[in-house]
Every structure is written in structure tokens, then in C-alpha cells.
């Protein structure tokens, strides 16, 4: 856990308020159980609880140990209380419940006192268990009403790594819930936007949500307009698949899909990454040697942490220039480009015979799906079947699910919305300066993330500032609608007017971007590149449920009794 | 300076340097109270008293009625309720910080009621320990209590909305303890209760946690009393002494000598800094300087402790005895000379038409805007409505020659809102005696919430529309009133009338009035009304009370919150019959994969049962699977300690193999599914192979490995037979082939065999990924240089020869293939000194030559 966290305030929004909140939150919770204590974390809350407070802080309020939450019974502890501080799920209910049964039966004398604090809320599911399994009398249950937490000066995360699973694959919604509450929330802090635009059925469901919560607070709901945040905008991950499964190409992607960034690393990287970015850039940066980094991180001694980068460089750059990474870049980019399906394939093949990680392969395989719409039939089986083959048909329960999620699927006919979007998105640029970049498509190389295209087009207007014929082609509504409130002041939706554009140079908008199901690096930077740029003059705070990658998104959707038996298998 | 009109400087009893008052609130509206036989609770802030005969009083009985009654009045004695106590010996009782009455049954039940005298449902119990060994006393404060028991334990409730009954750390006490007081959690340090208990010659401060001796040397203790603020504790010793030390202990304060031996029937502290002790007819006032008054009574009295006073209730009169605040005093005092009294005085000359008004006010002119806030200050703690009307004309007097910065106008606008609502409370007909300081200790909102409790609904909108607060929760609570009391009134005129209240109201939750409706038994007035509620989380657990489960899941359903939806479902699973219940999640899908993913980690059995009733075959498969996954994992980890003893484990295996088959004959149901039908069918097979052929091998590293480590470990042990077993039965194609057994020889460094393996028939893949792996592995020069020789292209050829730094051979290839430009770069690399650069030279001069 870092030492000292970075304050985040210097951002278009003062995002530092929402971690002082949740600061406070926490340390009303662990005060609200007196004497010493332990901690028992989800591993989950464990990554992310370091962005909100120091091992010291935890150990000034009375913690003694921290421990992650398992089904062993808990050993002797020295001290009687014990706070759980687990995501409200049921899996985690479960679990609390088989861990105070088994001390109950292995040490009851120890005369345990159990909080049990879920994130966010204390839910009926959870609450039912614990009467089930008869350990309800056992336990004080609260709640932790932690909404967005801060990773950067213009970007939130609710860390809800299986949103993207649970909407596309479970049809579980209850992610969506969290995200309402949460930007609820965030505009009872900074006041309430006036426009609200989305796109894709994740997004229209926040919309609907956020009008009901804001007509269940009635006249305290917060007044839209006129507060710092100009617009919201919704971002359904669905709308745009492709994305997360290309490789990343720019300094932060990079790190992170060779060494995939946890938590506390990211943020500090980001800081510390622009000023080296802005001279330096490392996508494509086989071509510099490294004698040169090194030579200009020299200049930069007065910065902290640049042997760390040095190192991150370095490391990157070994992975990059592996013929592995070359290769799977350009079976990318010719989908993308969408041809040579058949060498794509082929080289697809090759990599599983050559043991190329599983979910750089299904990666592929998922992009070649989405960018193709659907696996031509003569692949179909045979990838997957060479999928199990080579990794085990463990995985069969995954491709299944990746099937459900419409990642992976069979061609069907048709040749797929790719090929019009790739055209009315402009998504493919030819010449990319990667030194002064004048286009997002930068990070992937060429390639625009659709994404970002659609957050430039609806910032740029009017409107969704593309044809409503263009907009089918993505899956779910699109909606743009003005949050405001009736004469009564009870909140109220109303159709968007058109706005007057002229006026709009003057003042630099606030637009808070929600991505449901996750974000990744590459996309975050195309945002900042897109909110430097004069003519679109925004300033953009980021919002999502997760900070992803392609494989990463690809491992939330394996089953948990997939990992077991994998691991045993390593045995 | 003469006596100042209407002083009430009269009636004040001089303490030290401070003065002291007694001011009678009411005269009490009961007439048959005898409080010496009674045990009586008085909430703080002037509210409610509630009284039950004391039955350890030897009291004479009149009349028939035996069972005692429970009377509830407001402070000035208007009777609010009376119900006959049918339960057990009372152990204690008192008022809760939201003025329900809690009655503590000595067999541990505690029993809550409304000022009103209706039970509440809230009723709870302390737990069989507690309960078997009696509850001998009771101090209830205002979020909970503590109860002592015949064993001389402790246990407390802290939380009355969620009541869970705590044991306190005492023990080892053999005699019951003297007296005890409780410190309030939001007083402690640690935010729990704590318990000062005076037992053998010292106290003992209880937590859960511990018990520690405070080391009090004036033992035994017979009264103990704790400051309203928490921070201080008096004591009265055996020795007839009223201590005072700071609450932990830590600090000796004060001592008074009594001169009696007797305690006091009653210790309690008078604000913050003054004790009162009570005797029978006596009532002694000891002020934090040693000073002291004396009062003697007519009647028993029952001292109620204030955070400004101490009130005094007896059979007939409800008296506030207090100190006289500052801004008072400054202005009554006889002979007083500050600024407000001048200033007072100067409007009474004013009010005479006496000139002399303006020669006071000259003399004070300096310090004017002082004496202006010593007037207001002093109407606000006025309590008599003479002297509050007095002392504002003085301050609007003197304010009349202040600047506007000196003197804030609002203030005296404020002041006097404030007082017309405390007169109001205080009238008999309220009878809530608030003094401004207890006012704003207990803040505004707090009052109209006990106003609306009281069901002065009236007084409380009007104060709050005066205060600029939200009249919704008054509307609601009086909506709910209305409900109770209109029960003959049909449901829709009933809602019509609420409805027409609440309309202007944009805050107001129907929900609470229909939950309220519901519970008097009038569904469908509930219903009605809860068409109107646009809370979805309030709206659905009422839907469910009123067995509406349909539009109740509906409404969670929209709600878009997983947790509502989960409420309804359990309360469904629970009450229809299990096809109506599945028919129910076959029309809602949202729904129904929210209650399989609970039912896949709690009850799997109904979840197949769903899925089976419901034809998703596939869903049943993945059941299978999964609990093939876990099985093998279980073999896995038990043959790993097992070391290879396979037989133990053979049962085990077999069942992931049936597991796998009944997957694959499910997944067959479906045309969609067969895929995974085929994947599951072949997985069954490999895992027999791998077992066959451990058994044949006696090695027992191939169970549970992929297709691809198989073969893998099959090449590196160099059992072809196997392999080509394998290859044959999973179809595996020529290419996939090579490239595994290559790459598997390169990585085991097995060069004699990659060597004959690129030897074999035509290898499908070609020679390259040879030369690259035995490349990448480093394998010897000559391996490479015999594999790059298989090259069937010359250009390629010396390529390789050359990327491998076999310079000679590289020459000799290219000059072969006739590549000028590969002699070039050869020459480069090698320079034209040594020998071989020459020959290089000359092969490309040949070339040159040749070519010309």
C-alpha cells in the first residue's frame, strides 16, 4: 500500500472529497467495534482498500492483523473482535458463514465477536444465508456505502471486476444498481448534470434508475445545472467489444498488458508516466534504444520512482520485441483491416501450438468474432476444439459463456456491423504520428477505439452528432435527455433541446464518461488526448466499474471452479 | 438603582457568587397522584412521565382492581394514557430518546409502548441467562439500558432498533452492589456503555471488556450520579460526603461534607456544575464551589436532571430549579450596574415618559449594542412571558440607537420566533417546559418530531413551516393519525382526503402511511395509496404485506435492485406452490437468473429441479461439469498426496468420467449444444486414455493433463507408441503434431531426436520452426547446421547459415543459389583480410563474372 496517497484534487472535479468520504466511512465502521481487532478482507476490497488508507491508519483504529476471508476456521487471534469487510455477494456471505461455523466447532471458547460490513450495502440474499446456515445470531451486520473511489485526478472506479459478466452473460444487473447509487451520489456532491446521453442497453437502464432515484429523493435530489458537471455521459461496454480485446499500444497500456497494472501501482504510474509520455513514447518503441531512455531519464532525477520506470521499460520492451507480440499485433490489425481471415486463423492456430497464453489466443479469437461478425463455420469448432486441446477442456464451461456474452460466436451470414461502423466511425486512420498524434486512433496504433469515437461524436454534437441509422448498428437505445426538475421542483426528464453551439467555446465543459463493464488504459489516454484537443474544449472525468484489459475481462468470465481445478493441475 | 420592575431578583436564592431559581412550571393537572408510591420515569427535555405502583413499597390497596396500572402523563399532568400491567414484577422502566416508553419485566422481557399507551412491536427480550436469573434493576437511557440481575450481572441492549443483549464484564461480585449509574455510549471514549457500579468499599467501571477497579478511597458508596454531559461523577460516600471527580476517575473535583448519615433518597445533578440531594422533606443545592442552598419541601418530589437545571415533580406542582443564566442576573440583579441593566431601566423610564430615559441610555452609549445582546439574551432565557415582552422592548430600545453592523437586526427577529414557539410548548395544553438552552440542545427538528409523536399535529406544522423545515413528515405522521382514527371513513374517500393534504407536499412518502394503513388492518386503503409512492424500496415490502407478490416483483423488477428482488422471490419460493413458482420465473427472466445464481451456491438440488422442469438441459450439463471440475480437483490433490498410490483413487476417477458422460448425454438434449456435448464426451475419453496408460506405463504424471501435455510428456519420455495412440484417437492434425513434438524435443534439449524427427517423412510445417527452436533452446552448431541443411531453399538456406554464424557454410550456400547480395552482406560481416573474407570474395567475384 502506498505511503503517501496523491490528494486528486487538481482535476476538473475535486475528486479527493470522495476518498476523504470514504475514509471517514471506514473509519467509522472499524470504530464502531471498540478495542483491538481483525480485519477480514474479500481479496477484492484488499486491492483497492489501499487507495483509501494507509496499514497505519488501519492500525491507528485498533487493527491488529489483516487476514482474507477463507472457510478455515480462525486461529488464535488475540483479541475478540473480528470485522469482515467483503462485497455483498453470496459466494462471500457463504463463506463468512462455513469460517464461523467451523470456529464455532473447532474453538468456540474463543468467544469471537463478528461484524460483518458489505460493500455497498447489506443485502436481503446475503442476510438469508447467514439465517440459513444459522450463524445470523452470531453476527452485527452493517454496510460500507462505498461508491466511486478515486484512481487518478479524472478517473473513478467502482472496482466491480464481474459487471461485464454478470450484465452480458448472467443477465444480472445488479452492477447498474451500484453504478446509479454511485453517480447519484457523485452529483450530490458536485451538483447534478443537465444533460444525460447513452448508449446500449446497460446505459438505459442507469438512466431509468438514475430518474427513479432522483424521484425518490423528491426535493432533495440534487439541482441539475449549473454545478461544475456539465453532462453525463453513458457508455455501455457491449456498444464496443472490439476494443478491449486489441492490444493496448500506448506507455500505461503497454505495462499493463505485460505485467497487467494492480492496484496501487496504476495511479502513481499514470502521474508519473504523462510527464515521461509526453517526450517519449513507447508504443512501437522498438525503434529507440534504451540507451536513450535511460539517457533522458537522467534529466528527469528530481522524479521519484524513474529507476522503477526504467525497469517497467525495460521489461515492456522485452516483451515487445518478442516475435510473439509481433505476431499477434498483426493478425490485430488485419482484422481489424478485415482481411486475410484465413492466415488470421491459421496464425491463431499456431500460437496455441507454440503455447501462447490462453487468453491472448481466446483474445484473438473473440476479435476475429466480433470484427468478422461471427467465426466462419470451418473454424468455429475446430479453434475451440484446439482451444481445449491445448489448454484443457477444463475450458469448456468458458466458451460456453463466452458464447452467451456474444464474444465468441458462429458466423451466421450477413457480414456483421464492423465493416459500416469501421466506416462511419472513421475508426481506421492510415497515418498516425505516434510523436504528435492528432487523431485517439494513436493508442492501438491506427486503430480508433469506438468507444471514444462515440464519446467525440456526442461531445462534438449536436446530439449523438452521428445518424440515428449509424446508431443501430450498435446494440440497445440511444437516449439524450435533460435532467431537470418541474415547477413543483420534483425532478423530471425532458427531451434534450437543440442547443445553440455558438456559445459553446467560451467555457470548457465538465463531462463525466461511464463506461459499465470496464475501461482500459488505451482508452482512458484516448480521452485525455480527445479532451486536450481545442476544438472539442471538454474536460473529461472518467467513470467505470472496472479498469480492464482484454484478459483481464476474459478471466472475470471463467468459473471460479475452472481456477480450482486449474490450480490443481499445476499442482 | 431601585428595585427593578417586575425582578424577579426577589425569589432568587444567593450560591457564592451565582443565584439560583426556582420556577414553578405547572401546576399539575392530576389530583390522585401519590408519587412516594410509585416508581416514576420522566423523559428528559420536558417530556412525558410514566408511573406504575412500586411494588416494593408497602402500599395499602383500595378498591378491587389487584393488577397495578401504568399511567402515562405529560409533564404538566394532562393524562395521556393508562393501561393494567398484566405481565411480571417490574423491574424498571424508562424513556427512550424518541419517547417510547420501555417497561423491563423482571423475567428479562422488555416491553415498549407509546406515550400513548399503545404497545409497540418492538418488544424484546434479554436472553434466557439473563432471564433465569432475574432482573433486580434497571437504567433505561436513551438509545438503551442496562439491567443488573439477581447473580449481580450486568447486561445491556445498545442498540433498541436492532436489540441484541450484551453481557457486561462484571463478576465476582457476591453481594448485590449499592447503587449503579450508567455513562451514556456517546459520552465514553471507546463509544460503548459503561457502567459505574459502587459495590464492596469502592466502583467498579464496567465495559464489556473489563472490569477495573477505580480505586475510590471514600467507599462504600451509597448514591452515584453522572453529569448530563458525561464528564463528571458524584458520589455520596458512607461517610455522608457528596464527592465529585471528573467520570473516569482520573480527577478528584470536590468534596462536601452533608453532616448526615443518612443518604439521600436521590442524588442528581442540576446542569452541569451543581449537585441536588434529596431527603425526604429536604433538598440541598451544592454548587461546584462548596457553596450551598437549602430547600425544604412540602410534598415528595422525583428530581428530573436537564442539561440547565434540575426539574422537581411532586403531587402538585412541576418546578424547574436552575442557575440563573449570566444575561439574567445582569439585568435582575439587585444593584446591578452592567449595561443591560441600564439599558432596562432607561425603557422603564421611557415607558413612564420620564426624560431621565435619555440620560441612562447616554451614560450606556458606549457599550450599547452589549447591553442590546445582555436584553435579547436575557428574553431568551426568560421564562415568564411578562418579563421576556420587557426585556425585548429594552433591547429594541437600546438597538434603536445601534448601527447595523454593531447590532445584528435578524437577531431580535430570531429570538422572538423562538419564543413564540417555546411559550407555545410550554403552555398546559403542550406541556413540554422547554427552556431555549434545553431548545437548542435538543434542536428544533427534534422537537416537531415529538410534537408529531404527541400528535400535536397542528403545532408541529406550524413550527415548521415558521422554521422553514419540510412539513412532510408532520403530514405523513398526522396521515397516519387519520388512518387510526377515521375507521369508518370508505378507502377511497379516506385517500382522497390524504392525498389532498400530501399533494402540495412533494417530500412525502406514501409508503409510510399505507405501511401504517397495513397495519391497522385496511389492505386496501394500503394499495391505494401505494399507487402513489414513488420509492421502490418502500413500495415492495408493502406489496408483499399486502400479498400483492405479482405487482410487488414487478416493482422490484423496474427498480432495477437486485435486493428487492431477491425479497420478493424468497417470500414467493416460500408461500406458492413450486409450479406456480416456476411459472412465475419462466415469465421473467431477469428474475430468474438472479434466483439461480443464489441457487447454485444454496440449494443446487432446486436449481436442477428448475432447470430440468424447465427443459434447460444445458443448464443441468454445466451443473455436471462443474462438479466434474471439483471432483478431479479433489483427485488431483488427494493423488498428489497419495505420491502415485493410484489404486486408492480409482473410485474417485471413475466418477468424473460418469459425471462428464451424464454431462455430455444432457448437453445432447439440445440441437445447440452439441459442441459441448462432443467436448464433454471427448474430455470422458481422454481422461480413460490417460488412465490406461498410466496403468500400461506405471506412470502416474498423465491424469488430469490437457490433450497437448499429454502427448507432451508421452514425446519426452519418449513412448511413441503412446503418442501415436493418442494422435490417432483425438484426431490430432499432422501440423499441430509437429509443432508439439518439436518444440517438446528442442525444449528437452533431445537434439539426436529433433534431428531425426526433421528427418522424417515430410515434415507439414516445414524445416524453419526446427531451425528456430533449436535455435531458441541452443542446441549445437552442427544440430543447427544439419537442420538449416535440410532447407529445401538455398537463399533461405544461407540465411540461416549466416543468422547462425556459420559464415563458410552461408557462402557456400548463397554462391549455390547464386545470391550476389548475400555474398555482399557476408563480405561486410566478415571483412576482406582473413581468409575466408577473400574466398567469399572470390566466389562473389565468380558470380559477378558468371552472371556478366
Avoid at chain 1, 490485430?332 to 486475410?340: I, V
Avoid at chain 1, 485517439?440 to 440515428?468: C, D, M, N, Q, T
Avoid at chain 2, 406514501?510 to 402513489?532: F, S
Wanted: aromatic share 6%.
Amino acid at each position: 500500500m502506498a505511503a503517501i496517497l496523491p490528494n486528486y484534487n487538481e482535476g476538473p472535479l475535486a475528486l479527493g472529497h470522495l476518498r476523504e468520504e470514504a475514509r471517514r466511512l471506514l473509519i467509522e465502521l472499524l470504530d464502531s467495534r471498540r478495542g483491538k481487532k481483525v480485519l477480514v478482507l474479500d481479496p477484492k476490497v484488499s486491492g483497492f482498500l489501499g487507495l483509501l488508507a494507509e496499514v497505519s491508519l488501519l492500525k491507528e483504529h485498533g487493527i491488529e492483523q489483516l487476514l482474507h476471508l477463507s472457510t478455515e476456521p480462525l486461529g488464535d487471534l488475540g483479541v475478540r473482535n473480528v470485522i469482515y469487510l467483503v462485497r455483498a455477494s453470496i459466494e462471500n456471505a457463504k463463506q463468512i458463514a462455513e469460517q464461523i461455523k467451523e470456529t464455532n466447532r473447532v474453538r468456540a471458547a474463543a468467544g469471537f465477536e463478528y461484524a460483518v460490513y458489505f460493500l455497498p450495502r447489506r443485502t436481503i440474499a446475503c442476510e438469508r444465508i447467514f439465517q440459513e446456515e444459522g450463524v445470523y445470531g452470531d453476527i452485527v451486520a452493517g454496510e460500507f456505502p462505498l461508491g466511486f473511489i478515486p484512481f487518478d485526478y479524472d478517473l473513478l472506479s467502482l472496482e466491480l471486476g464481474t459487471a461485464y459478466r454478470e450484465l452480458v452473460a448472467e443477465g444480472d444487473r445488479s452492477s447498474l444498481y451500484g453504478v446509479a447509487r454511485a453517480l447519484t451520489r457523485l452529483q450530490a456532491l458536485y451538483g447534478g448534470a443537465a444533460m444525460l446521453k447513452g448508449k446500449g442497453p446497460a446505459a438505459a437502464a442507469v438512466r431509468s434508475l438514475l430518474l427513479r432515484m432522483r424521484q425518490e429523493l423528491g426535493p432533495e435530489a440534487p439541482i441539475t445545472g449549473g454545478g461544475p458537471i456539465d453532462e453525463i455521459i453513458l457508455l455501455d461496454r457491449e456498444v464496443d467489444a472490439v476494443t478491449p480485446m486489441c492490444t493496448q499500444l500506448t506507455y500505461e497500456g503497454l505495462v499493463d498488458e505485460t505485467m497487467q497494472i494492480k492496484y496501487a501501482v496504476g495511479p502513481q504510474l499514470g502521474q508519473r508516466a504523462k510527464s515521461i509520455q509526453s517526450d517519449y513514447k513507447t508504443s512501437k518503441a522498438a525503434e529507440r534504444s534504451l540507451a536513450e531512455l535511460k539517457e533522458f531519464a537522467s534529466q528527469l532525477k528530481a522524479l521519484p520512482n524513474i529507476q522503477r520506470h526504467i525497469g517497467l521499460a525495460e521489461a515492456v520492451n522485452r516483451a515487445i520485441a518478442a516475435p510473439a507480440f509481433r505476431a499477434r499485433v498483426s493478425v490485430e490489425q488485419s482484422l481489424l483491416d478485415g482481411h486475410g481471415l484465413d492466415a488470421s486463423a491459421e496464425s491463431i492456430e499456431e500460437m496455441m501450438c507454440n503455447e501462447e497464453d490462453l487468453f491472448v489466443v481466446l483474445r484473438l479469437m473473440c476479435l476475429l468474432s466480433l470484427t468478422q461478425g461471427g467465426v466462419p463455420k470451418k473454424y468455429y469448432d475446430a479453434l475451440r476444439k484446439e482451444v481445449l486441446h491445448s489448454y484443457g477442456h477444463e475450458y469448456m464451461l468458458m466458451l460456453s459463456k463466452l458464447q452467451d456474452a456474444g464474444l465468441l460466436v458462429k458466423h451466421e451470414g450477413g457480414k456483421g456491423n464492423f465493416t459500416a461502423l469501421k466506416r462511419a466511425f472513421r475508426l481506421l486512420v492510415d497515418d498516425v504520428d505516434d510523436k504528435n498524434p492528432t487523431d485517439i486512433a494513436y493508442v492501438f496504433s491506427g486503430y480508433a477505439p469506438l468507444s471514444v469515437r462515440l464519446v467525440e461524436a456526442a461531445v462534438k454534437g449536436p446530439g449523438w452528432g452521428v445518424g440515428e441509422e449509424v446508431l443501430r448498428l450498435l446494440p440497445g437505445p440511444s437516449f439524450e435527455v435533460e435532467q431537470t426538475s418541474d415547477d413543483k421542483g420534483l425532478p423530471i426528464e425532458k427531451p434534450a433541446q437543440d442547443r445553440k453551439l455558438t456559445g459553446v467555446s467560451k467555457k470548457r465543459r465538465v463531462v463525466v464518461v461511464v463506461f459499465m463493464g470496464g475501461i482500459t488504459f488505451a482508452e482512458i489516454a484516448a480521452l485525455r488526448f480527445l479532451g486536450s484537443q481545442p476544438e472539442v474544449n471538454c474536460a473529461f472525468v472518467i467513470a467505470t466499474t472496472k479498469l480492464i484489459n482484454g484478459t483481464s475481462l476474459l478471466e472475470s468470465i471463467v468459473d471460479d471452479s475452472i481456477k480450482t481445478a486449474k490450480e490443481v493441475a499445476v499442482l | 438603582m431601585g428595585s427593578r420592575g417586575l425582578s424577579p431578583a426577589g425569589e432568587w436564592e444567593a450560591c457564592g457568587d451565582r443565584f439560583y431559581e426556582k420556577h414553578e412550571l405547572y401546576t399539575m393537572a392530576w389530583s390522585d397522584v401519590k408519587l412516594d408510591q410509585m416508581r416514576v420515569a420522566c423523559a428528559r427535555y420536558g417530556g412525558p412521565i410514566a408511573m406504575v405502583r412500586d411494588d416494593r413499597k408497602l402500599v395499602v390497596v383500595s378498591g378491587g382492581i389487584t393488577k397495578p396500572v401504568v399511567r402515562i402523563f405529560t409533564a404538566a399532568g394532562e393524562t395521556l394514557a393508562a393501561f393494567v400491567w398484566d405481565h411480571g414484577r417490574v423491574a424498571g422502566l424508562g424513556w427512550t430518546n424518541e419517547e417510547d416508553l420501555l417497561i423491563v419485566e423482571n423475567g428479562g422481557e422488555v416491553h415498549m409502548y407509546s406515550m400513548h399507551g399503545q404497545k409497540l412491536p418492538r418488544s424484546f427480550s434479554l436472553g434466557s441467562e439473563a432471564a433465569a436469573e432475574r432482573i433486580t434493576d434497571c437504567v433505561v437511557y436513551g438509545d438503551g439500558l442496562v439491567a443488573l440481575t439477581g447473580a449481580h450481572r450486568l447486561w445491556t441492549v445498545s442498540n433498541l432498533e436492532e436489540p441484541r443483549p450484551q453481557k457486561l464484564a462484571l463478576s465476582g461480585l457476591t453481594e448485590p452492589p449499592h447503587c449503579f449509574a450508567v455513562i451514556e455510549p456517546r459520552h465514553t471514549l471507546s463509544g460503548c456503555v459503561e457502567v459505574l457500579v459502587a459495590a464492596r468499599d469502592s466502583v467498579i467501571v464496567v465495559d464489556a471488556d473489563a472490569a477495573n477497579d477505580a480505586g475510590v478511597p471514600n467507599g462504600p458508596i451509597t448514591k452515584l450520579s453522572v453529569a448530563p454531559n458525561g464528564q463528571f461523577v458524584a458520589a455520596f460516600t458512607g461517610e455522608g460526603k457528596l464527592v465529585v471527580w471528573t467520570a473516569d476517575f482520573g480527577k478528584f473535583l470536590s468534596e462536601f461534607a452533608t453532616q448526615s448519615d443518612t443518604p439521600p433518597e436521590q442524588v442528581a445533578w442540576c446542569g452541569t456544575d451543581s449537585v441536588v440531594l434529596y431527603w425526604e422533606d429536604i433538598l440541598l443545592l451544592v454548587g461546584p464551589y462548596g457553596d450551598w442552598v437549602k430547600y425544604s419541601l412540602e410534598e415528595p418530589a422525583v428530581l428530573v436532571t436537564e442539561c440547565d437545571g434540575v426539574r422537581l415533580i411532586s403531587d402538585t406542582t412541576h418546578e424547574l430549579l436552575r442557575r440563573v443564566p449570566d444575561c439574567l442576573a445582569d439585568v435582575y440583579r439587585v444593584g446591578s450596574t452592567a449595561p443591560g441593566a441600564l439599558l432596562y431601566d432607561a425603557r422603564e423610564l421611557f415607558d413612564q415618559q420620564n426624560a431621565k430615559a435619555d440620560e441612562g441610555l447616554r451614560s450606556i452609549v458606549a457599550s450599547l449594542p452589549e447591553a442590546v445582546a445582555t436584553c435579547v439574551d436575557a428574553a431568551q432565557a426568560e421564562l415568564d412571558e411578562t418579563r421576556q415582552v420587557a426585556l425585548m422592548k429594552a433591547a429594541c430600545y437600546g438597538r434603536a440607537f445601534c448601527s447595523a453592523e454593531a447590532f445584528p437586526r435578524d437577531r431580535i427577529v430570531t429570538v422572538c420566533r423562538q419564543l413564540r414557539i417555546l411559550n407555545a410548548l410550554r403552555a398546559h395544553g403542550i406541556g413540554l417546559p422547554l427552556t431555549a438552552a434545553q431548545a437548542e440542545a435538543l434542536a428544533m427538528p427534534v422537537v416537531v418530531s415529538r410534537l408529531i409523536n404527541a400528535r400535536r399535529h397542528l403545532l408541529a406544522l406550524r413550527i415548521a413551516t415558521l422554521l422553514g423545515m419540510g412539513p412532510e413528515k408532520v403530514l405523513v405522521h398526522w396521515a397516519c393519525t387519520k388512518v387510526s382514527a377515521a375507521s369508518d371513513v370508505p378507502d377511497a374517500a379516506l385517500r382522497d382526503a390524504i392525498t389532498a393534504r400530501l399533494a402540495g407536499c412533494p417530500g412525502a412518502r406514501y409508503a409510510t402511511v399505507a405501511a401504517h394503513a397495513q397495519a391497522v388492518g385496511r389492505k386496501g386503503l394500503a394499495a391505494l395509496l401505494l399507487e402513489h409512492e414513488t420509492c421502490a424500496a418502500e413500495q415492495v415490502p408493502l406489496l408483499l404485506g399486502l400479498g400483492e407478490e405479482e405487482r410487488a416483483l414487478g416493482a422490484a423488477l423496474d427498480s432495477g435492485d437486485a435486493d428487492l428482488v431477491y425479497l420478493v422471490l424468497f417470500r414467493m419460493q416460500r408461500t406458492l406452490p413450486l409450479q406456480q413458482f416456476l411459472a412465475v420465473l419462466a415469465a421473467r427472466p431477469a428474475a430468474r437468473s438472479l434466483f439461480n445464481a443464489y441457487c447454485a451456491q444454496m440449494e443446487p438440488e432446486l436449481l436442477e429441479q428448475i432447470n430440468m422442469a424447465t427443459g434447460v438441459y444445458e443448464g443441468v450439463a454445466a451443473m455436471r461439469v462443474r462438479e466434474a471440475l471439483a471432483a478431479s480437483a479433489k483427485l488431483g490433490r488427494a493423488r498428489s498426496a497419495a505420491n502415485g498410490a493410484a489404486r486408492a483413487v480409482e473410485p474417485a476417477a471413475a466418477e468424473v468420467i460418469r459425471l462428464l458422460d451424464r454431462a455430455s448425454d444432457l448437453y445432447a438434449q439440445t440441437k445447440e449444444h452439441g459442441f459441448q456435448s462432443r467436448s464433454a464426451a471427448e474430455w470422458a475419453r481422454l481422461r480413460r486414455v490417460q488412465a490406461e496408460l498410466e496403468a500400461e506405463t506405471g506412470n502416474a504424471a498423465l491424469l488430469g493433463l490437457s490433450l497437448a501435455d499429454t502427448l507432451r510428456q508421452c514425446v519426452r519420455l519418449g513412448n511413441h507408441r503412446a503418442a501415436a495412440r493418442l494422435r490417432a484417437d483425438f484426431k490430432v492434425s499432422d501440423r499441430r503434431f509437429w509443432w508439439l513434438k518439436l518444440k517438446t524435443l528442442a525444449a528437452a534439449k533431445d537434439w539426436e531426436g529433433l534431428e531425426v524427427f526433421a528427418r522424417e517423412k515430410k515434415s507439414p510445417i516445414g524445416i524453419e520452426p526446427f531451425v528456430a527452436a533449436a535455435k531458441q533452446h541452443g542446441a549445437p552448431d552442427a544440430t543447427v547446421s544439419r537442420i538449416i541443411a535440410r532447407l529445401p531453399d538455398g537463399k533461405r538456406k544461407a540465411e540461416e547459415y549466416a543468422a547462425a554464424g556459420l559464415l563458410q557454410e552461408a557462402a557456400e550456400c548463397a554462391a549455390r543459389a547464386r545470391d550476389s547480395d548475400m555474398l555482399s552482406k557476408l563480405q561486410d560481416m566478415i571483412g576482406t583480410v582473413s581468409p575466408l573474407g577473400v574466398a567469399v570474395g572470390q566466389l562473389k567475384d565468380r558470380l559477378q563474372s558468371g552472371s556478366r
